[in-house]
T-cell receptor, first 109, second 113 residues
Framework: GIQVEQSPPDLILQEGANSTLRCNFS?????LQWFHQNPWGQLINLFY???GTKQNGRLSATTVATERYSLLYISSSQTTDSGVYFC???????????FGKGTKLTVNP | GAVVSQHPSRVICKSGTSVKIECRSL??????MFWYRQFPKQSLMLMAT?????????EQGVEKDKFLINHASLTLSTLTVTSAHPEDSSFYIC?????????FGEGSWLTVV
């Protein structure tokens, strides 16, 4: 099946710093999403981005489908950004999501 | 507010007993829901696809007799962990698609003692 790899696995930042998270996938996809899982386990949908670039406040994401990768940018990070960021993909007509292993982000005050 | 609600959020049970977790879509009907399992510091792994009015589809390696899924209505799917053992302790989370968006429940922390 499709492989989804995220990097880095862990990231520690000082408040105010910027960061880039990467997601590589091994095959063509028709859907890619970025999620944030907070310390309580809740998954929040950040972006639905099978291709192109989207921005939402301090967050933005870019997916280059032809090169099979996506990037999540976090600018001016805040302590509330801490948590695990997951990339997940879908293929074909399936509704199943395949998740990467996540990037654990810690933002220190 | 949440559009997919999961209950209970935390449950502790004794080894050998069964535990039921509910997943409800609040503002939309969902013919398909998904159940995931997440071990500490690991990613989410799809367990099964819950299909309204028919049998669930289980992923390879998931015991269908241990993890019973029932999707009796368009807004409710249940996951029952039967004869639970400590190794079943995990975070279980469901999802459903509505308004062209995938929504996740709040998740359920299961601890088997």
């Amino acid at each position: 099946g499709i492989q989804v790899e995220q990097s880095p696995p862990d990231l520690i930042l000082q408040e105010g710093a910027n960061s880039t998270l990467r997601c590589n996938f091994s095959d063509s996809v028709n859907n890619l999403q970025w999620f944030h899982q907070n310390p309580w386990g809740q998954l929040i949908n950040l972006f639905y981005i099978p291709s192109g670039t989207k921005q939402n406040g301090r967050l933005s994401a870019t997916t280059v489908a032809t090169e099979r990768y996506s990037l999540l940018y976090i600018s001016s990070s805040q302590t509330t950004d801490s948590g695990v960021y997951f990339c997940a993909v879908r293929q074909g007509g399936s509704e199943k999501l395949v998740f990467g292993k996540g990037t654990k982000l810690t933002v220190n005050p | 507010g949440a559009v997919v609600s999961q209950h209970p959020s935390r449950v502790i049970c004794k080894s050998g007993t069964s535990v039921k977790i509910e997943c409800r879509s609040l503002d939309f009907q969902a013919t398909t829901m998904f159940w995931y399992r997440q071990f500490p510091k690991q990613s989410l792994m799809l367990m099964a696809t819950s299909n309204e009015g028919s049998k669930a589809t289980y992923e390879q390696g998931v015991e269908k007799d241990k993890f019973l899924i029932n999707h009796a209505s368009l807004t409710l799917s249940t996951l029952t962990v039967t004869s639970a053992h400590p190794e079943d302790s995990s975070f279980y989370i469901c999802s459903a698609t509505g308004f062209d968006t995938i929504y996740f429940g709040e998740g359920s922390w299961l601890t088997v003692v």
